[in-house]
């Protein structure tokens, strides 16, 4: 039997566990991201996941499935960001940035970190 290959992480994985990284706090996902080998588990939000309600839930790239809202929705204060004015995300968010994150989390991290050294 031929082992299954090993999934390479989708590009924005690395780029958002930065920004986590930069705000102390924790990188989480929803369920298609565990589903295809990117994130443990025990990293998933949402239905068949965890429940988190923290201070600020910063949703990057996430669309707001309703099995990822119910996991997340009674976070304090939700920031989303997504490329599509419509995704359902932004109908729980408190603040939603339409845009690419391949730009703006980069941009957030590098303000983090430069606020972290100040």
Known sequence: MTPEPKLTPEPKIPI???L???LGGVLACSRPVVDVGWL???RQVGASGKT???KVYLACGISGAIQHLTGMRDSRRIIAINKDPNAPIFGVAHI???GDLFEIVPALTKAAR?????
């Open 114 to 118: 430069e606020a972290n050294q100040s």
């Open 20 to 22: 986590a990284e930069a």
């Open 16 to 18: 958002v566990a930065e």
């Open 40 to 42: 443990p588990r025990e």
């Open 96 to 98: 939603g940035v339409v």
């Open 52 to 54: 988190v309600t923290p």
